[in-house]
């Protein structure tokens, strides 16, 4: 298995500024991906993390928004450009195992945006 | 798009007693995985299953995969306060580069 960390656990940022959150995995990964989850809800993709070339997104998120890095095999990093109270959630990263589809995800980062 | 769905989306037991939920997806699979969810916390792991009709066990956890592919099952017998938490099932379908689509959950309430 693998262990994420992200950076910040919680933050709280005005409208209109970006933020930077970042996944760090202890061990060589294939995929990474970043999720979003509103409380009591389910988790919606927004893009896969490729390492080396630019990420994947999903129907409904683009890269102007959600810029992402992935600069090696072990981190990545998801930027929530020009926020908005309606992008207050919580952002997980999930890595995938080698030889495997099963996913770790880390803790998740709070984002409030006011 | 694909749309994977579990009922119940809650369910309140008292502890000792049984849960199932059930997870349905619009698409066949090659793969459904399922997560628990506690609290405040990450989702974590559970198991995967692949084959058509695979059943598997962790201790009191049943998780079962339909014929088609399309439907799957987590069944946990004399649930205990720790089994609170939301379980989520995901489906990997072929040709999607490893992407997960996330059930719409159920969360469980266990009470003494």
Known sequence: ?114 | GQQVMQIPQYQHVQEGEDFTTYCNSSTTLSNIQWYKQRPGGHPVFLIQLVKSGEVKKQKRLTFQFGEAKKNSSLHITATQTTDVGTYFCAGLRDGTASKLTFGTGTRLQVTL
Do not use: H
């Open chain 1, 1 to 114: 298995s693998a262990v994420i960390s992200q950076k910040p656990s919680r933050d709280i940022c005005q409208r209109g500024t970006s933020l930077t959150i970042q996944c760090q995995v202890d061990s060589q990964v294939t995929m990474m991906f970043w999720y979003r989850q509103q409380p009591g809800q389910s988790l919606t993709l927004i893009a896969t993390a490729n390492q080396g070339s630019e990420a994947t997104y999903e129907s409904g998120f683009v890269i102007d928004k959600f810029p992402i890095s992935r600069p090696n095999l072990t981190f990545s990093t998801l930027t929530v450009s020009n926020m908005s109270p309606e992008d207050s959630s919580i952002y997980l990263c999930s890595a995938q195992a080698w030889a495997s589809y099963e996913q770790y995800f880390g803790p998740g980062t709070r984002l409030t945006v006011t």
